[in-house]
């Protein structure tokens, strides 16, 4: 069964695409900021560090499960718990190849300390098994409790303690996980939830009712209050407005729902256009986003009018961009969820953010 989940986590192309990444991103790093001295890898580091990892597993996860092929896969003639079993070491080893080792270059770039790298294994761990539970069928509401008080106890020891304490408390979290996944059903269930809402506009109705959404949007506002915080005044402005403009999973709905489009194409143009819908949905979450980092920046930029300037552009570029990519190149031909996550389509807006921000705040400042 592993190549099965091999074949749709870890192809051959998917891994050459990791490996593009891991050199892009160690350029763009060492580039850009190697000369950062004043990070510091402390408790909140770690806790930042661990917040990250889970909600890019999570949607990672809810990606995969969102469609029918893992069901599927249930109904073979093998035992459930083998079949979890390889899915569980196929998103661990997904993880560690589209995240860990991304980690690593980061944490080598910034001269981290030896232990940081053990602890970062570990949190990578934990939080994998954390957002594999998030994800079952059938998981009930208090060994759901229980995963997460114990996820959090462990956390707080890897992060506090040193490595062996957190090696042993690692080890004990990922039995208990396996304990309480291994016969479980690995997959989601969001129409009774958007059944239960009672909004006009489709997508947003759509986004509050599948976490997915909800939780890589909580996880984009963590990234960016720590690039705000952390990192150097104006450059750390930028590269928040750049992490606001990769909420990847809002930017793909389109694409991630081949009936959505054809059901466009029977709705007249007018207010209960599917497009209009879409539309209001990225001016409602550009607009709020950009509000935020200029909000948690207003002390970091000299002129507040470069600022609200920076705002406003972006917000308009953001808008339109977005809505031209999906509605006229929608990503189509992927196998699963995740690889329409993952598409290099989804670093286009980024990079128009980032340069037009760099020019506004750090050039023409």
């Not at 998917?14 to 510091?40: C, M, P």
């Amino acid at each position: 069964m592993f190549k099965v989940f091999q074949k749709d986590l870890l192809d051959r192309q998917r891994i050459i695409k990791y490996f593009v990444y891991v050199v892009v991103s160690y350029a763009i790093l060492d580039g850009f900021l190697k000369n950062i001295k004043f990070i510091e890898f402390n408790e909140r580091f770690l806790i930042f560090l661990s917040i990250a990892l889970l909600g890019s597993v999570f949607y990672y996860i809810r990606a995969y499960v969102g469609n029918d092929r893992i069901l599927s896969y249930y109904a073979l003639p093998v035992s459930r718990a083998d079949l979890n079993l390889k899915f569980i070491l196929s998103v661990i080893i997904d993880t560690v190849f589209s995240k860990l080792i991304l980690v690593f270059i980061a944490l080598y770039i910034f001269k981290a300390p030896n232990d940081i790298y053990i602890k970062a294994i570990y949190i990578m761990l934990i939080t994998a098994m954390f957002a594999l539970a998030c994800n079952s069928l059938n998981l009930n509401l208090g060994k759901l409790a229980l995963l997460f008080v114990a996820s959090v106890l462990s956390l707080y020891i890897v992060i506090n303690f040193n490595l062996v304490y957190g090696g042993l408390i690692t080890l004990v979290n990922l039995f208990l996980s396996w304990f309480l996944l291994k016969d479980l059903y690995f997959s989601t269930k969001s129409i009774e939830r958007i059944s239960k809402l009672h909004i006009k506009n489709y997508f947003l109705k759509f986004f509050f009712a599948e976490s997915v959404y909800i939780i890589n949007t909580i996880g984009l506002i963590i990234m960016i209050c720590f690039a705000v915080y952390v990192l150097p005044k104006e450059m750390g402005v930028v590269i928040a407005t750049s992490l606001g403009a990769v909420n990847t999973p809002l930017l793909t709905m389109f694409s991630s729902s081949e009936g959505l489009r054809d059901y466009d194409k029977m709705f007249p143009n007018s207010e209960i256009s599917l497009r209009i819908n879409y539309r209001k949905l990225l001016s409602i979450y550009f607009v709020l986003i950009n509000l935020f980092i200029s909000i948690l920046a207003y002390n970091k930029i000299n002129s507040s009018y470069l600022l609200v300037a920076n705002m406003i552009i972006i917000s308009i570029i953001e808008i339109f961009v977005s809505y031209w990519l999906e509605i006229k190149k929608a990503i189509t031909n992927t196998k699963t969820q995740n690889e329409i996550w993952k598409h290099p389509r989804k670093y286009i807006l980024p990079i128009i953010v980032f340069f037009i921000s760099f020019l506004i705040l750090v050039i023409v400042k």
